[in-house]
């Protein structure tokens, strides 16, 4: 029987995987975390094409539970309003940080600084070992442990065994295949292209949602006339948008979103994701759980997929630190507790983002009319836009407790600087 050879292995070090390999090693769990790339913890100046994500006020709370908060997002841009229409009818709706008695509905970040400032706090924590350049393969389950081969650049390197694997491997999840969890799949037949815009007029905190014909546009503020664009583009027209000058382009965006912003002066390199819901049938099997991307990706059209993923996150390591001893992070009856608690907050975010992407498609009118008043209806009946502002909020369900885990994390920022100096 192979040895143990930590508690927690981590396969993938993305945003879900390097926080949770912090969060875990902190906890006291022996984490190797497995990364076939590897992402620069060093600081370098942010650049107009970095790409960005929007953090709701729930990711905040938790992100500063697990002390990754200050310093991790650098100065965010913040969102105090989101304004959501249609293009071509009025119906619109405004959602206020004053009305929920917050400072911020949400935050926007370039992703590659949050990785950066993770991997700058992984470097040389203690009970973590980070294999980068390097994969699991060969997952095989026993009552008390999952073992695996290390391989890297194709080459078997060593055995390793573990309690818990968690596959934070992406969308494509290699170890969600080997396991034969079968998914769900919807194709959207839509391409996200992602680039920062410059603007004539300030955003002042407001985030722009807008349906269209040809699918949904988001504007999140960055810099003070800096957006970040997710423009959804029909999979066919693709070639055709990519083709396109940056003033044609321009145009194109400005026919699309008016002229709220004034008018799009620049805009910088174009990224490219295709857009696909992908439901994952199981989120564990034996000692295997499935987190972030890998046990499922949504469309980003209300930037739910990180925030829910922080969630989980959240509720797991609730679920292992509660009783304040290290249980065996792979037993049955936790990863059951764990699906179980987390089973209805991830299908009502699955619904929502689904619904919201089928129901403003298409071009039939009577459709339209209803969701022209659905919008303005949602503007004048304040418990529904409350339900709705606490879903992009992330705080629809309940925040798992994390104080015991964040008690210590200070204890443990306190003796590292301690030995530092
Ligand atoms: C256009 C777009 C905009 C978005 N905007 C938002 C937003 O505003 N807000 C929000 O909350 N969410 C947003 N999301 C979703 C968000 O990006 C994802 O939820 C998040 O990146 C998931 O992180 P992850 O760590 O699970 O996956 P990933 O970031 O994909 O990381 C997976 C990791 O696994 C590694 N890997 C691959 N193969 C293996 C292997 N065999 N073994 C080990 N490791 C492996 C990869 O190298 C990678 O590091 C957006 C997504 C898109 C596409």
Redesign the pocket.
């Known amino acids: 029987m192979t040895a143990l050879t930590e508690d927690i292995c981590i396969?993938?070090?993305?945003?879900?995987?390097?926080t949770l390999a912090w969060a875990l090693a902190n906890a006291g769990y022996q984490v190797r975390l497995?990364?076939?790339?590897a992402?620069v913890s060093e600081e370098r100046p942010l650049l107009i094409n970095e790409r960005?994500?929007?953090?709701?006020a729930g990711?905040r709370v938790i992100l500063s539970q697990l002390g990754l908060w200050d310093g991790l997002a650098g100065e965010p841009a913040t969102i105090t309003d989101v304004h959501v229409s249609e293009k071509g009818r009025a119906g619109f709706t405004r959602l206020h940080a004053a009305e929920q008695g917050v400072p911020a509905l949400g935050y926007v970040v370039p992703?590659s600084l949050i990785l950066r400032r993770l991997y700058g706090r992984l470097d040389g924590l203690a009970n973590l070992r980070m294999e980068v350049g390097a994969?699991?393969a060969m997952p095989a389950q026993q009552s008390d442990r999952v073992t695996y081969r290390l391989q890297r650049s194709g080459e078997a390197d060593s055995h390793g065994a573990c309690r818990l694997l968690l596959a934070?491997?992406?969308?494509?999840s290699?170890?969600r295949s080997l396991l034969g969890i079968e998914t769900r799949r919807n194709d959207y037949e839509q391409v996200?292209v992602?680039a920062n815009v410059q603007c004539e007029k300030p955003h002042q905190g407001v985030a722009y949602e807008r349906f269209t014909d040809e699918g949904p546009l988001a504007l999140?503020p960055l810099g003070e006339r800096h957006m970040a664009m997710?423009y959804t583009v029909e999979a066919d027209q693709l070639e055709a948008f990519l083709a396109l000058s940056e003033a044609q382009m321009l145009a194109s965006l400005q026919r699309r979103f008016g002229y709220r912003l004034g008018r799009f002066t620049a805009i910088g390199d174009r990224v490219t994701?295709p857009?696909a819901l992908i439901d994952s049938s199981a989120q564990s099997r034996g000692r295997v759980l499935l987190?972030?991307?890998?046990a499922r990706?949504?469309h980003?059209v209300s930037?739910?997929?990180?925030?829910?993923?922080l969630r989980d996150v959240a509720a797991l390591l609730e679920t292992l630190t509660k009783n304040g001893v290290l249980e065996d992070p792979g037993a049955a009856s936790l990863l059951a507790d764990f699906c179980a608690q987390r089973h209805r907050d991830q299908q009502n975010v699955v619904r929502f983002t689904d619904t919201l992407v089928r129901a403003f498609r298409g071009r039939r009118p009577l459709f339209s009319h209803l969701r022209a008043l659905g919008l303005q209806g949602l503007d004048h009946v304040t418990p529904l836009k409350q339900i709705f502002t606490r879903h992009n909020m992330g705080m629809a369900s309940r925040l798992p407790d994390l104080n015991p885990l964040q008690a210590q994390i200070r204890r443990n920022n306190a003796a590292r600087q301690k030995v530092a100096s």
Do not use: H, K, R, W
């Open positions: 396969a993938g070090g993305g945003l879900v995987g390097g497995i990364e076939p790339q992402y960005s994500i929007a953090l709701s990711s992703s994969v699991p934070c491997d992406g969308t494509q290699p170890l996200a992602l999140l997710v994701f857009l987190m972030g991307n890998a990706t949504l980003p930037g739910q997929g990180f925030n829910l993923a």
